[in-house]
Protein backbone atom coordinates (compact mmCIF):
# COMPACT_ATOMS: atom_id res chain seq x y z
CA UNK A 1 0.00 0.00 0.00
CA UNK A 2 -0.72 3.02 0.17
CA UNK A 3 -0.09 5.75 -1.72
CA UNK A 4 -2.58 8.48 -1.70
CA UNK A 5 -1.89 11.43 -0.09
CA UNK A 6 -3.53 14.77 0.20
CA UNK A 7 -2.19 17.63 -1.30
CA UNK A 8 -3.11 20.80 -0.12
CA UNK A 9 -4.88 23.09 -2.80
CA UNK A 10 -5.22 26.30 -0.65
CA UNK A 11 -1.79 28.09 -1.59
CA UNK A 12 -1.27 30.69 -4.28
CA UNK A 13 -0.65 28.93 -7.71
CA UNK A 14 1.68 31.87 -8.23
CA UNK A 15 3.43 30.89 -4.98
CA UNK A 16 4.93 28.09 -6.30
CA UNK A 17 6.97 29.76 -8.59
CA UNK A 18 7.44 32.64 -7.25
CA UNK A 19 11.49 33.35 -6.98
CA UNK A 20 12.44 30.53 -9.23
CA UNK A 21 15.22 30.98 -12.42
CA UNK A 22 12.90 31.64 -15.56
CA UNK A 23 15.61 29.85 -17.51
CA UNK A 24 16.36 26.84 -15.35
CA UNK A 25 12.25 26.36 -15.13
CA UNK A 26 11.83 26.56 -18.57
CA UNK A 27 14.25 23.96 -18.44
CA UNK A 28 13.18 21.38 -15.89
CA UNK A 29 9.40 22.01 -17.54
CA UNK A 30 10.74 21.03 -20.61
CA UNK A 31 12.50 17.95 -19.50
CA UNK A 32 9.47 16.81 -17.91
CA UNK A 33 7.30 17.19 -20.93
CA UNK A 34 9.86 15.37 -22.97
CA UNK A 35 9.31 12.65 -20.34
CA UNK A 36 12.61 12.13 -18.75
CA UNK A 37 12.69 11.81 -15.25
CA UNK A 38 14.13 14.57 -12.47
CA UNK A 39 17.38 12.98 -10.46
CA UNK A 40 17.94 14.09 -7.07
CA UNK A 41 20.69 16.13 -8.01
CA UNK A 42 18.99 17.88 -10.79
CA UNK A 43 17.61 21.65 -10.11
CA UNK A 44 14.48 22.01 -9.07
CA UNK A 45 11.92 24.48 -8.58
CA UNK A 46 11.71 24.73 -4.42
CA UNK A 47 7.11 23.79 -4.54
CA UNK A 48 8.56 20.56 -6.70
CA UNK A 49 10.56 19.75 -3.79
CA UNK A 50 8.44 20.66 -1.34
CA UNK A 51 5.34 18.67 -2.58
CA UNK A 52 7.54 15.63 -3.22
CA UNK A 53 8.87 15.46 0.49
CA UNK A 54 5.40 15.93 1.28
CA UNK A 55 3.85 13.45 -1.05
CA UNK A 56 6.82 10.30 -0.38
CA UNK A 57 6.41 11.05 3.22
CA UNK A 58 2.85 10.43 3.90
CA UNK A 59 3.48 7.51 1.52
CA UNK A 60 6.15 6.31 3.58
CA UNK A 61 4.26 6.62 6.67
CA UNK A 62 1.09 5.20 5.26
CA UNK A 63 3.00 1.75 5.03
CA UNK A 64 4.51 1.62 8.31
CA UNK A 65 1.31 2.77 9.83
CA UNK A 66 -0.62 0.44 7.77
CA UNK A 67 1.44 -2.55 9.26
CA UNK A 68 -0.45 -2.11 12.36
CA UNK A 69 -3.99 -3.12 11.93
CA UNK A 70 -2.94 -5.95 10.11
CA UNK A 71 0.08 -7.01 11.97
CA UNK A 72 -2.33 -7.47 14.99
CA UNK A 73 -3.98 -10.13 13.23
CA UNK A 74 -0.95 -12.29 12.79
CA UNK A 75 -1.37 -14.17 16.10
CA UNK A 76 -4.41 -14.33 15.61
CA UNK A 77 -4.87 -15.95 11.74
CA UNK A 78 -6.51 -18.94 11.23
CA UNK A 79 -3.87 -21.56 10.11
CA UNK A 80 -0.09 -21.47 9.71
CA UNK A 81 -0.23 -20.98 6.01
CA UNK A 82 -2.35 -18.13 6.41
CA UNK A 83 0.14 -16.66 9.21
CA UNK A 84 3.14 -16.92 7.52
CA UNK A 85 1.23 -15.23 4.66
CA UNK A 86 0.27 -12.26 6.61
CA UNK A 87 3.79 -12.08 8.28
CA UNK A 88 5.01 -11.81 4.65
CA UNK A 89 2.57 -9.22 3.59
CA UNK A 90 3.43 -7.00 6.82
CA UNK A 91 6.86 -7.20 5.94
CA UNK A 92 6.46 -6.36 2.95
CA UNK A 93 4.90 -3.04 3.73
CA UNK A 94 7.19 -1.92 6.22
CA UNK A 95 9.88 -2.72 3.39
CA UNK A 96 7.74 0.02 1.25
CA UNK A 97 8.10 2.26 4.26
CA UNK A 98 11.96 1.93 3.64
CA UNK A 99 11.93 2.27 0.23
CA UNK A 100 10.07 5.62 0.23
CA UNK A 101 11.87 7.17 3.10
CA UNK A 102 15.06 6.72 0.70
CA UNK A 103 13.44 8.17 -2.33
CA UNK A 104 12.44 11.24 -0.05
CA UNK A 105 15.61 11.01 1.46
CA UNK A 106 17.04 12.06 -1.75
CA UNK A 107 15.13 15.28 -1.74
CA UNK A 108 16.79 16.31 1.85
CA UNK A 109 14.84 15.36 4.53
CA UNK A 110 16.37 13.17 6.77
CA UNK A 111 14.56 9.73 8.18
CA UNK A 112 15.34 11.04 12.20
CA UNK A 113 13.22 14.29 11.05
CA UNK A 114 10.34 12.32 9.16
CA UNK A 115 9.98 9.80 11.52
CA UNK A 116 9.75 12.96 14.12
CA UNK A 117 7.25 14.57 12.34
CA UNK A 118 5.06 11.16 12.02
CA UNK A 119 5.09 10.82 15.84
CA UNK A 120 4.30 14.24 16.34
CA UNK A 121 1.47 14.30 14.24
CA UNK A 122 2.98 17.06 11.88
CA UNK A 123 2.77 14.32 8.71
CA UNK A 124 -0.02 12.45 7.91
CA UNK A 125 -0.33 9.21 6.63
CA UNK A 126 -3.56 7.23 4.82
CA UNK A 127 -6.80 8.00 7.43
CA UNK A 128 -7.84 4.14 6.97
CA UNK A 129 -5.31 3.14 8.97
CA UNK A 130 -7.23 5.28 11.58
CA UNK A 131 -9.44 2.55 11.78
CA UNK A 132 -9.21 -0.97 13.96
CA UNK A 133 -9.39 -4.25 12.24
CA UNK A 134 -12.58 -5.40 14.08
CA UNK A 135 -12.59 -9.13 13.05
CA UNK A 136 -10.24 -11.75 10.66
CA UNK A 137 -13.00 -10.92 7.95
CA UNK A 138 -11.62 -6.87 8.10
CA UNK A 139 -8.02 -7.58 7.46
CA UNK A 140 -9.16 -10.01 4.42
CA UNK A 141 -10.87 -6.56 3.13
CA UNK A 142 -8.23 -4.61 3.84
CA UNK A 143 -5.47 -6.36 2.05
CA UNK A 144 -7.79 -7.20 -0.96
CA UNK A 145 -9.55 -3.76 -1.33
CA UNK A 146 -7.06 -0.91 0.51
CA UNK A 147 -4.00 -2.70 -1.64
CA UNK A 148 -6.38 -2.58 -4.31
CA UNK A 149 -6.79 1.18 -4.02
CA UNK A 150 -3.46 1.73 -3.12
CA UNK A 151 -2.07 -0.48 -6.35
CA UNK A 152 -4.22 2.09 -8.28
CA UNK A 153 -3.01 5.10 -7.11
CA UNK A 154 0.60 3.45 -6.79
CA UNK A 155 0.45 2.46 -10.36
CA UNK A 156 -0.82 5.99 -11.77
CA UNK A 157 2.29 7.50 -9.72
CA UNK A 158 4.90 5.14 -11.06
CA UNK A 159 4.86 6.99 -14.20
CA UNK A 160 5.93 10.54 -12.54
CA UNK A 161 8.35 12.94 -12.83
CA UNK A 162 10.75 11.85 -9.77
CA UNK A 163 13.18 9.33 -10.56
CA UNK A 164 14.09 7.59 -7.34
CA UNK A 165 10.11 7.77 -6.09
CA UNK A 166 9.04 6.22 -9.44
CA UNK A 167 11.83 3.48 -8.98
CA UNK A 168 10.91 2.58 -5.53
CA UNK A 169 6.89 2.47 -6.94
CA UNK A 170 7.73 -0.08 -9.63
CA UNK A 171 8.85 -2.72 -6.41
CA UNK A 172 6.34 -1.88 -4.77
CA UNK A 173 3.73 -2.39 -7.25
CA UNK A 174 5.45 -5.74 -8.09
CA UNK A 175 5.13 -6.79 -4.65
CA UNK A 176 1.87 -5.37 -4.31
CA UNK A 177 0.24 -8.19 -6.70
CA UNK A 178 0.67 -10.81 -4.12
CA UNK A 179 -0.95 -8.73 -1.43
CA UNK A 180 -4.06 -8.25 -3.81
CA UNK A 181 -4.06 -12.00 -4.57
CA UNK A 182 -3.53 -12.95 -0.77
CA UNK A 183 -6.77 -10.57 0.10
CA UNK A 184 -8.97 -11.89 -2.49
CA UNK A 185 -8.53 -15.39 -1.79
CA UNK A 186 -9.17 -14.59 1.97
CA UNK A 187 -12.18 -12.76 0.90
CA UNK A 188 -13.75 -15.65 -1.20
CA UNK A 189 -12.69 -18.69 1.14
CA UNK A 190 -15.51 -16.27 4.09
CA UNK A 191 -17.40 -15.34 1.15
CA UNK A 192 -17.98 -18.69 0.18
CA UNK A 193 -17.91 -20.45 3.49
CA UNK A 194 -20.71 -20.96 6.40
CA UNK A 195 -23.60 -18.59 7.12
CA UNK A 196 -21.44 -16.99 9.89
CA UNK A 197 -18.27 -16.78 8.07
CA UNK A 198 -20.23 -15.06 5.14
CA UNK A 199 -21.69 -12.78 7.20
CA UNK A 200 -18.64 -12.35 8.88
CA UNK A 201 -17.27 -10.86 5.43
CA UNK A 202 -20.09 -8.78 4.87
CA UNK A 203 -20.00 -6.90 8.01
CA UNK A 204 -16.29 -6.55 7.55
CA UNK A 205 -17.10 -4.83 3.72
CA UNK A 206 -19.76 -3.10 5.66
CA UNK A 207 -17.89 -1.14 7.92
CA UNK A 208 -14.87 -0.51 5.48
CA UNK A 209 -16.69 1.00 2.72
CA UNK A 210 -16.69 4.36 3.72
CA UNK A 211 -13.02 4.03 4.64
CA UNK A 212 -12.46 3.00 0.69
CA UNK A 213 -14.75 5.52 -0.52
CA UNK A 214 -12.29 7.97 1.52
CA UNK A 215 -9.23 6.37 0.54
CA UNK A 216 -8.24 8.09 -2.30
CA UNK A 217 -9.05 11.67 -1.14
CA UNK A 218 -11.99 14.68 -1.29
CA UNK A 219 -12.91 15.30 -4.93
CA UNK A 220 -10.19 17.68 -6.22
CA UNK A 221 -10.42 21.63 -6.86
CA UNK A 222 -9.14 22.00 -9.93
CA UNK A 223 -7.06 25.00 -9.14
CA UNK A 224 -4.06 26.55 -11.28
CA UNK A 225 -2.32 24.88 -8.70
CA UNK A 226 -3.39 21.40 -9.20
CA UNK A 227 -2.21 22.17 -12.83
CA UNK A 228 1.14 23.34 -12.20
CA UNK A 229 1.65 20.06 -9.93
CA UNK A 230 0.21 17.69 -13.01
CA UNK A 231 2.36 19.62 -15.35
CA UNK A 232 5.43 19.06 -13.14
CA UNK A 233 4.05 15.19 -13.16
CA UNK A 234 3.77 15.55 -9.34
CA UNK A 235 -0.41 14.65 -9.36
CA UNK A 236 -0.76 12.28 -11.91
CA UNK A 237 -4.45 11.84 -11.89
CA UNK A 238 -7.38 13.66 -9.88
CA UNK A 239 -8.63 11.82 -6.53
CA UNK A 240 -12.11 11.22 -8.24
CA UNK A 241 -10.22 9.64 -11.51
CA UNK A 242 -8.66 6.99 -9.18
CA UNK A 243 -12.04 6.55 -7.23
CA UNK A 244 -13.60 5.91 -10.35
CA UNK A 245 -11.01 3.38 -12.01
CA UNK A 246 -11.09 1.81 -8.29
CA UNK A 247 -15.44 1.32 -9.04
CA UNK A 248 -14.88 0.25 -11.77
CA UNK A 249 -12.72 -2.95 -11.42
CA UNK A 250 -13.28 -3.96 -8.50
CA UNK A 251 -17.33 -3.58 -7.68
CA UNK A 252 -17.87 -5.90 -9.92
CA UNK A 253 -16.02 -8.42 -8.29
CA UNK A 254 -17.90 -7.95 -4.91
CA UNK A 255 -21.10 -8.05 -6.91
CA UNK A 256 -19.42 -11.47 -8.38
CA UNK A 257 -19.53 -12.70 -4.52
CA UNK A 258 -23.34 -11.84 -3.73
CA UNK A 259 -22.17 -9.38 -1.38
CA UNK A 260 -23.80 -6.17 -0.96
CA UNK A 261 -21.93 -2.97 -1.31
CA UNK A 262 -24.07 -0.52 1.96
CA UNK A 263 -24.86 2.40 -0.91
CA UNK A 264 -28.04 1.59 -2.57
CA UNK A 265 -27.31 4.91 -4.79
CA UNK A 266 -24.10 2.99 -6.26
CA UNK A 267 -24.27 2.10 -10.01
CA UNK A 268 -22.77 2.49 -13.47
CA UNK A 269 -24.52 5.41 -15.25
CA UNK A 270 -24.68 3.65 -19.01
CA UNK A 271 -24.76 7.14 -20.57
CA UNK A 272 -22.30 9.03 -18.86
CA UNK A 273 -20.16 6.08 -18.35
CA UNK A 274 -19.43 7.09 -14.72
CA UNK A 275 -20.30 5.67 -11.26
CA UNK A 276 -22.98 7.33 -9.46
CA UNK A 277 -22.46 6.93 -5.82
CA UNK A 278 -23.33 8.60 -2.11
CA UNK A 279 -20.43 10.77 -1.51
CA UNK A 280 -18.87 9.64 1.83
CA UNK A 281 -19.38 11.46 4.98
CA UNK A 282 -15.93 14.10 4.29
CA UNK A 283 -17.01 15.79 7.31
CA UNK A 284 -15.71 12.66 8.99
CA UNK A 285 -12.34 12.10 6.77
CA UNK A 286 -11.40 15.61 7.85
CA UNK A 287 -12.09 15.03 11.38
CA UNK A 288 -10.13 11.55 11.42
CA UNK A 289 -7.27 12.81 9.24
CA UNK A 290 -6.54 15.76 12.15
CA UNK A 291 -6.87 13.03 14.41
CA UNK A 292 -9.96 12.66 16.06
CA UNK A 293 -10.29 8.88 14.96
CA UNK A 294 -10.86 5.58 16.88
CA UNK A 295 -7.06 4.67 16.06
CA UNK A 296 -4.63 7.69 15.21
CA UNK A 297 -3.35 8.10 19.31
CA UNK A 298 -2.90 4.41 19.80
CA UNK A 299 -0.95 4.31 16.27
CA UNK A 300 1.33 7.07 16.80
CA UNK A 301 1.89 5.50 20.63
CA UNK A 302 2.84 2.46 19.41
CA UNK A 303 5.32 4.03 16.92
CA UNK A 304 6.59 6.14 19.78
CA UNK A 305 6.72 3.69 22.18
CA UNK A 306 9.04 1.16 19.37
CA UNK A 307 11.08 3.95 18.33
CA UNK A 308 11.73 4.99 22.12
CA UNK A 309 12.49 1.73 23.43
CA UNK A 310 14.78 1.01 20.82
CA UNK A 311 17.23 4.20 21.12
CA UNK A 312 19.68 3.08 23.24
CA UNK A 313 20.34 0.42 20.80
CA UNK A 314 20.67 2.98 17.89
CA UNK A 315 22.19 5.61 20.14
CA UNK A 316 25.22 2.95 21.24
CA UNK A 317 25.86 2.07 17.58
CA UNK A 318 26.64 5.43 16.09
CA UNK A 319 30.22 5.47 16.01
CA UNK A 320 32.10 9.26 16.49
CA UNK A 321 33.49 9.67 12.78
CA UNK A 322 29.48 8.80 11.29
CA UNK A 323 28.85 11.71 8.75
CA UNK A 324 25.38 11.56 7.37
CA UNK A 325 25.37 11.84 3.73
CA UNK A 326 22.02 12.18 1.54
CA UNK A 327 21.77 9.12 -0.17
CA UNK A 328 22.13 8.93 -4.13
CA UNK A 329 19.33 7.82 -5.71
CA UNK B 1 -6.54 5.06 27.12
CA UNK B 2 -9.00 3.65 25.37
CA UNK B 3 -8.61 -0.16 25.51
CA UNK B 4 -6.80 -1.45 22.29
CA UNK B 5 -8.39 -4.62 20.32
CA UNK B 6 -4.63 -5.62 20.03
CA UNK B 7 -4.57 -7.33 23.71
CA UNK B 8 -0.39 -7.16 23.20
CA UNK B 9 -0.86 -3.27 22.84
CA UNK B 10 -2.94 -3.10 26.20
CA UNK B 11 0.05 -4.76 28.30
CA UNK B 12 2.63 -1.98 27.01
CA UNK B 13 3.07 0.86 29.07
CA UNK B 14 2.76 3.14 25.89
CA UNK B 15 3.87 6.74 26.37
CA UNK B 16 1.08 9.76 26.71
CA UNK B 17 2.79 11.59 23.41
CA UNK B 18 1.65 15.14 23.66
CA UNK B 19 4.97 16.76 24.62
CA UNK B 20 5.71 17.33 20.58
CA UNK B 21 9.31 15.93 21.94
CA UNK B 22 11.96 15.17 19.16
CA UNK B 23 12.04 11.63 19.53
CA UNK B 24 15.05 10.60 17.25
CA UNK B 25 18.32 12.45 17.39
CA UNK B 26 20.13 13.11 14.35
CA UNK B 27 22.39 10.12 12.88
CA UNK B 28 19.88 8.18 14.96
CA UNK B 29 18.87 6.23 11.97
CA UNK B 30 23.34 5.97 10.86
CA UNK B 31 24.43 6.11 7.59
CA UNK B 32 23.30 5.54 4.17
CA UNK B 33 24.60 2.83 2.23
CA UNK B 34 24.12 2.10 -1.64
CA UNK B 35 22.80 -1.31 -2.13
CA UNK B 36 24.12 -3.32 -5.59
CA UNK B 37 22.40 -6.37 -6.31
CA UNK B 38 23.44 -9.18 -8.28
CA UNK B 39 20.86 -11.55 -9.32
CA UNK B 40 22.66 -14.85 -10.75
CA UNK B 41 26.17 -15.97 -10.48
CA UNK B 42 27.89 -14.45 -13.76
CA UNK B 43 25.31 -10.98 -13.95
CA UNK B 44 26.46 -7.49 -13.07
CA UNK B 45 25.45 -6.46 -9.75
CA UNK B 46 23.07 -3.11 -10.38
CA UNK B 47 22.47 -0.23 -8.09
CA UNK B 48 18.99 -1.36 -6.29
CA UNK B 49 18.65 1.22 -3.77
CA UNK B 50 19.51 2.48 -0.71
CA UNK B 51 20.05 1.17 3.12
CA UNK B 52 20.81 2.93 6.34
CA UNK B 53 22.90 0.74 8.99
CA UNK B 54 25.95 1.86 11.60
CA UNK B 55 28.11 -0.50 9.56
CA UNK B 56 28.78 -2.34 6.60
CA UNK B 57 28.18 -5.91 8.01
CA UNK B 58 24.83 -5.05 9.48
CA UNK B 59 24.15 -2.67 5.96
CA UNK B 60 24.76 -6.04 4.17
CA UNK B 61 21.91 -7.31 6.91
CA UNK B 62 19.61 -5.06 6.33
CA UNK B 63 19.92 -5.31 2.35
CA UNK B 64 19.10 -8.59 2.57
CA UNK B 65 16.08 -7.95 3.94
CA UNK B 66 14.94 -5.25 2.11
CA UNK B 67 15.95 -5.94 -1.33
CA UNK B 68 16.95 -9.93 -0.82
CA UNK B 69 13.70 -11.05 0.28
CA UNK B 70 11.80 -10.92 -2.38
CA UNK B 71 13.70 -11.94 -5.47
CA UNK B 72 16.12 -14.24 -6.91
CA UNK B 73 19.56 -12.89 -5.09
CA UNK B 74 23.20 -14.15 -5.96
CA UNK B 75 25.05 -11.52 -4.23
CA UNK B 76 25.02 -8.30 -2.81
CA UNK B 77 27.20 -5.29 -2.39
CA UNK B 78 27.16 -2.24 -0.14
CA UNK B 79 29.13 0.87 -0.76
CA UNK B 80 28.58 3.96 2.31
CA UNK B 81 26.84 6.98 0.03
CA UNK B 82 29.91 9.20 0.85
CA UNK B 83 32.33 6.93 -0.97
CA UNK B 84 30.43 7.08 -4.39
CA UNK B 85 31.82 9.89 -6.45
CA UNK B 86 29.52 10.59 -9.09
CA UNK B 87 29.60 12.49 -12.15
CA UNK B 88 27.45 15.20 -12.51
CA UNK B 89 24.02 15.85 -14.96
CA UNK B 90 25.15 18.80 -16.07
CA UNK B 91 28.40 17.82 -17.23
CA UNK B 92 26.19 15.32 -19.08
CA UNK B 93 27.07 17.02 -22.54
CA UNK B 94 30.29 15.46 -21.79
CA UNK B 95 28.51 12.33 -23.66
CA UNK B 96 26.96 14.10 -26.08
CA UNK B 97 29.73 13.30 -28.93
CA UNK B 98 29.42 9.80 -28.06
CA UNK B 99 27.16 8.75 -30.86
CA UNK B 100 28.75 10.74 -33.35
CA UNK B 101 32.22 8.19 -33.35
CA UNK B 102 30.94 6.12 -36.03
CA UNK B 103 34.65 4.85 -36.47
CA UNK B 104 34.34 2.90 -33.23
CA UNK B 105 31.47 0.90 -34.65
CA UNK B 106 32.19 -2.08 -36.62
CA UNK B 107 29.48 -1.75 -38.80
CA UNK B 108 30.77 1.78 -40.31
CA UNK B 109 33.73 0.02 -42.45
CA UNK B 110 32.66 -1.62 -45.68
CA UNK B 111 35.20 -1.92 -48.67
CA UNK B 112 33.39 -4.66 -50.95
CA UNK B 113 32.67 -2.23 -53.23
CA UNK B 114 36.31 -0.80 -53.82
CA UNK B 115 37.58 -4.55 -53.52
CA UNK B 116 35.70 -5.55 -56.50
CA UNK B 117 35.97 -2.33 -58.58
CA UNK B 118 39.80 -3.26 -58.49
CA UNK B 119 39.16 -7.33 -58.76
CA UNK B 120 37.51 -6.09 -62.15
CA UNK B 121 40.02 -3.70 -63.29
CA UNK B 122 42.47 -6.33 -62.80
CA UNK B 123 41.14 -9.56 -63.71
CA UNK B 124 41.18 -10.96 -59.96
CA UNK B 125 38.26 -13.83 -59.87
CA UNK B 126 35.63 -12.92 -57.05
CA UNK B 127 35.73 -16.04 -54.89
CA UNK B 128 32.27 -15.63 -54.09
CA UNK B 129 30.80 -15.24 -57.25
CA UNK B 130 32.14 -18.78 -58.32
CA UNK B 131 30.24 -20.21 -54.94
CA UNK B 132 26.82 -18.50 -56.25
CA UNK B 133 26.91 -20.07 -59.47
CA UNK B 134 27.62 -23.57 -58.09
CA UNK B 135 24.95 -23.42 -55.81
CA UNK B 136 22.55 -22.63 -58.96
CA UNK B 137 23.68 -25.08 -61.02
CA UNK B 138 23.35 -27.70 -58.61
FE1 LIG C 1 2.64 -1.37 0.46
FE1 LIG D 1 0.20 -3.85 0.24
Same mark, same amino acid.
Request: aromatic share 10%; proline share 4%; charged share 30%.
Given at each position: ?329 | ?49 ? &?? @???? $?? /?? %? ?8 ? #? ?11 ? &?? @???? $?? /?? %? ?8 ? #? ?34
Amino acid at each position: MYGNTYIELSDKAKSLLEGEDPQKLAEFEARIAAGEKIEPKDWMPKAYRKQLIRMIEQHAHSEIVGALPEGTWITRAPGFRRKLALMAKVQDEVGHAQLLYSAAETLGKTRENMLNDLINGKSKYSNVFNYPALTWADTAIISWLIDAGAIINQVTNSKGSYGPYCRALERICSEESFHLKYGHDNVVFLATGTPQQREMVQEALNRWWQPIMHFHGPPDKISDHTEILMRWKVKMATNDDMRERFLDEYVPKIWDLGLTIPDQKLKKNEKTGKWEYTEPDWEEFKRVINGDGPCNKERLQVRRWAVERGAWVRRALIKADSKYTVPLA | MKKSIDPRINRLDLPENKDGKEILHALEEWETYEVFHQKKRGDQHIHTGI &VH @AANP $EL /AL %IMAKEAFGRR #RQTANLWVVRSKD &VT @ASLY $ED /AD %IFLTTPEKTY #REASDYYCMDRIRKYQQEHGIKDRKEDRRKKKESD
